[in-house]
């Protein structure tokens, strides 16, 4: 369930003005601590500090736990969908640091629902990164695909960089330490068999600030792209393409294989057509990109009743959020709900009653126990 064809989940083509298109896609990155910043691209830190009771106050209440920036402008787009589409469902949505503090706090049921990606999820399953010193008792049960950071390749001209292995020896810039978009494009590239091309890359560290003019000045050579498909991409990639002429760097066999096989990550091919940065002429006709998978996830303790409500919510009336933030996923139907489940993350029971209720259910994946 790992691969996800861009073609055949097609968003609605909701291009932002210039202003959002630079702010829409922000996550929130954390200092390890607890504490946010605005910044792009999701967040992998935060030490699950902070108060809250996490259960939420009536049955049919969610408390969702919620990264700041682009994360955030869609977890209060499905807030909004909720209090106009549901005479049942109470959703507040609660700050936190990044998708892994998200997953600690919900450990601790500081709240009971969440937004979180499948990459800090399977390492915490795994005990790896964050998790390999301080790892939680349990990890939150899926939902629902809430929307993809999906990520790409751009070397800029003149480098003679065509394919992934001219990286070897290059300067390469995988967006800021602290993302959750450069730990999951480091996850890919460092296990085999893209290992021996990530280990000669000269990797760079700079603020996503600094990017644009470091890549201007011949500082950097390629860069990741990213975003969502069909809506937009993150505001450093559009400024590196509004002042740089860059091209795409087309994927090996080796890559294409590392990231299928690396459980943290989707993939998929999107027509640049659908999805240009900035207008500018990349030299392809489609990408493939490697997905950040962000979803919807809730503690054993929701009610199973609050959760089938909201995905009764974000089904039937997708345009409604996709009205307040177009990054959310655009659902052809409600299997495409499970777009991202694994089957090693259990689906919360109220979500498996929707989805067999809706004949969507896929008898491979796994239903989490109530609590």
């Given amino acids: 369930m790992y691969m996800v064809d861009s073609h055949m989940k097609r968003r609605k083509f909701l291009y932002s003005t210039a202003a959002a298109g630079i702010v829409g896609l922000a996550g929130c990155s954390g200092d390890g601590n607890g504490n946010t910043n605005v910044s792009d691209g999701g967040s992998q830190s935060g030490n699950g500090g902070g108060n809250g009771n996490g259960n939420g106050g009536g049955n049919l209440s969610l408390r969702v736990g919620t990264s700041a920036g682009g994360t955030q402008d869609v977890g209060l787009a499905v807030e909004r969908a909720v209090s106009q589409e549901s005479d049942s469902l109470e959703y507040s949505t609660i700050e936190s640091p990044g998708y892994i503090g998200t997953i600690r706090r919900m450990a601790n049921n500081q709240f009971n629902a969440g937004i979180t990606d499948n990459n800090s999820l399977m390492k915490a399953i795994d005990e790896r990164g964050a998790f390999s010193d301080q790892p939680v008792d349990r990890i939150p049960n899926y939902g629902f695909y809430a929307f993809p950071y999906s990520i790409y390749i751009i070397a ?117 057509d659908d999805w240009q940065i900035a207008d500018a002429d990349i030299g392809t006709d489609e990408v493939f990109h490697w997905n950040l998978e962000v979803n919807y996830t809730f503690n054993p303790e929701a009610n199973a009743d609050a959760v089938y409500e909201l995905c009764r919510v974000v089904d039937e009336h997708n345009d409604v959020v996709n009205e307040g933030e177009a990054q959310f996923n655009d659902f052809e139907s409600t299997g495409d709900m499970l777009g991202s489940a694994r089957e090693n993350i259990p689906v919360h029971p109220g979500a498996v009653q929707y989805y067999k209720d809706n004949d969507a259910w896929d008898d491979s994946l796994q239903e989490g126990e109530s609590a």
């Fill in 156 to 272: 800029r001209d003149g480098t003679g960089i065509e394919t992934f292995d001219d990286l070897a020896g290059a300067n390469v810039y995988p967006a800021e330490p602290g993302y959750s978009t450069r730990a999951t494009t480091l996850d890919v590239w460092s296990q085999d068999p893209t290992a021996d091309v990530y280990d000669q890359m000269n990797i760079q560290n700079m603020g996503v600030d600094s990017a644009p003019g470091a890549m201007e000045e011949g500082n950097i050579d390629a860069s990741i792209a990213y975003g969502t498909p069909g809506v937009r991409y993150t505001g450093f990639v559009q400024e590196i393409a509004s002042r740089i002429d860059v091209h795409y760097v087309e994927p090996t066999d080796a890559l294409r294989e590392s990231a299928e096989s690396y459980s943290g990550a989707g993939t998929g091919t999107t027509s640049y």
